[in-house]
């Protein structure tokens, strides 16, 4: 018996969750496996109502389940960032869900490229450290000094040797990118793992460590270090140089190690060579601890409550939770029940069929049953 955390969330997010836990229903019926759903009612409903946003309570019941099935957040009447930073970002850092993973899966028909190739990329992101961990400020100018004294001398001494016209007048804002040298070290365990255990030889490492020398180097020296511990190739690509590969040829990639600021960018373009937002999944995951599932795409409100939303990155989602809890069949079953229900055409508005949010689920189940 698996104990899920099921947070439907805002717009189309209770919408594309009810369909995809009809394809989990159809998962049980065939396979076994049970499921006991726990329904938080986290979001911007609640926030209005209660000022709530993640409670103590909320996250105690996350910590005791098996894995946290996601719809998405956001609500046009409250003020952009507010749920997100609240809810996502707080769950992130207090579950300490350091690995985020996007795999990039070529859905045919959908597929945006000229060269009709199959491809499936295994992006893993590093969800706390790099230019997101929020270490940044402003110094001169109007804003005056502010808090963070001791970044801002040491910035201040920086540009005393670097600014290319010695004048230091005017106002400065920063931003700082941070490995730390254990993060970093339990990123690289997690991904030459994850490639290991797929039957993989080698991973490639995203960076702009020629330009970025100290963060990325510290990085590169690690990913080396791991690589020889784990008997895994290391291949090294410039993110620049990336972006342009997954466009001419994604099919040479499987596991991609990428830092935050990088992985954000790239899994964006991911998303849409695989054939749009509407068939991205993501895990949010502590290897240790609980880890969240979820479409990348967010709550739509310009379609919500028509019934028409796609289910799919839903469902694709709920694939990778099955097989983050060890059901790789059943992972395999509904990816495959996936590509046939895309291949035939059964699809939603948006990817040009008539189906509703519920009618393409329901197929989905069905060809995880045939
Ligand atoms: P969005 O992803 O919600 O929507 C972008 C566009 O794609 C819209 O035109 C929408 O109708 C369409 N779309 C998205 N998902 C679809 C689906 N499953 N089927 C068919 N069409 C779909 O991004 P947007 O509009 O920028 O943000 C809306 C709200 O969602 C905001 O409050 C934003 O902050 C939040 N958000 C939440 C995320 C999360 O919970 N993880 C992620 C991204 C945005
Ligand atoms: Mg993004």
């Known amino acids: 018996?698996?104990?899920?955390?099921?947070?439907?969330?805002?717009?189309?997010?209770?919408?594309?969750?009810?369909?995809?836990?009809?394809?989990?229903?159809?998962?049980?019926?065939?396979?076994?496996?049970?499921?006991?759903?726990?329904?938080?009612?986290?979001?911007?409903?609640?926030?209005?109502?209660?000022?709530?946003?993640?409670?103590?309570?909320?996250?105690?019941?996350?910590?005791?389940?098996?894995?946290?099935?996601?719809?998405?957040?956001?609500?046009?009447?409250?003020?952009?960032?507010?749920?997100?930073?609240?809810?996502?970002?707080?769950?992130?850092?207090?579950?300490?869900?350091?690995?985020?993973?996007?795999?990039?899966?070529?859905?045919?028909?959908y597929v945006p490229l000229k060269n009709e190739v199959d491809f499936d990329i295994r992006f893993i992101r590093e969800n706390t450290e790099d230019f997101y961990m929020g270490a940044g400020g402003f110094f001169g100018g109007s804003k005056g000094p502010d808090s963070k004294v001791s970044i801002r001398r040491e910035l201040y001494n920086l540009e005393l040797d670097l600014h290319a016209t010695g004048d230091l007048d005017g106002e400065f804002a920063y931003e700082i990118g941070m490995l730390s040298a254990k993060g970093t070290e339990r990123f690289a365990d997690y991904v030459f793992r994850y490639a290991k255990d797929r039957g993989e030889e080698k991973i490639t490492l995203v960076d702009k460590a020629n330009v970025c020398t100290d963060i990325y180097g510290m990085q590169r020296r690690i990913f080396a270090e791991k690589a020889e511990e784990y008997g895994m190739g290391l291949d090294f690509m410039l993110a620049d140089a990336m972006a342009m590969a997954m466009v001419v040829r994604p099919e040479t990639f499987g596991t991609v190690a990428v830092p935050n600021l990088f992985g954000d960018v790239l899994t964006d373009l991911g998303a849409q060579i695989q054939g749009g937002l509407g068939l991205g999944a993501s895990g949010n995951i502590n290897p240790k601890g609980v880890s969240m599932f979820e479409p990348i795409h967010g709550s739509a409100p310009d379609i919500a409550g028509r019934g028409i939303a796609?289910?799919?990155?839903?469902?694709?989602?709920?694939?990778?939770?099955?097989?983050?809890?060890?059901?790789?069949?059943?992972?395999?079953?509904?990816?495959?029940?996936?590509?046939?229900?895309?291949?035939?055409?059964?699809?939603?508005?948006?990817?040009?069929?008539?189906?509703?949010?519920?009618?393409?689920?329901?197929?989905?189940?069905?060809?995880?049953i045939q």
């Open 310 to 368: 796609n289910p799919t990155a839903t469902v694709l989602a709920l694939a990778m939770m099955l097989e983050n809890l060890s059901m790789r069949k059943e992972a395999d079953a509904v990816r495959t029940a996936v590509k046939r229900c895309l291949a035939e055409g059964s699809a939603t508005p948006d990817m040009g069929g008539k189906l509703s949010t519920k009618g393409m689920a329901a197929r989905m189940a069905e060809l995880v």
């Open 1 to 109: 018996m698996y104990h899920i955390d099921v947070i439907p969330g805002d717009g189309i997010g209770p919408e594309v969750v009810d369909a995809a836990l009809d394809v989990l229903k159809a998962v049980s019926e065939n396979y076994g496996g049970q499921f006991d759903l726990e329904y938080s009612d986290i979001g911007a409903e609640r926030y209005l109502r209660t000022g709530k946003l993640l409670t103590d309570e909320d996250l105690d019941t996350m910590r005791e389940s098996d894995a946290m099935f996601f719809g998405a957040v956001g609500d046009p009447r409250v003020e952009p960032g507010v749920l997100e930073r609240g809810i996502l970002l707080r769950m992130r850092t207090d579950l300490d869900q350091y690995i985020n993973l996007r795999p990039v899966q070529s859905w045919h028909p």
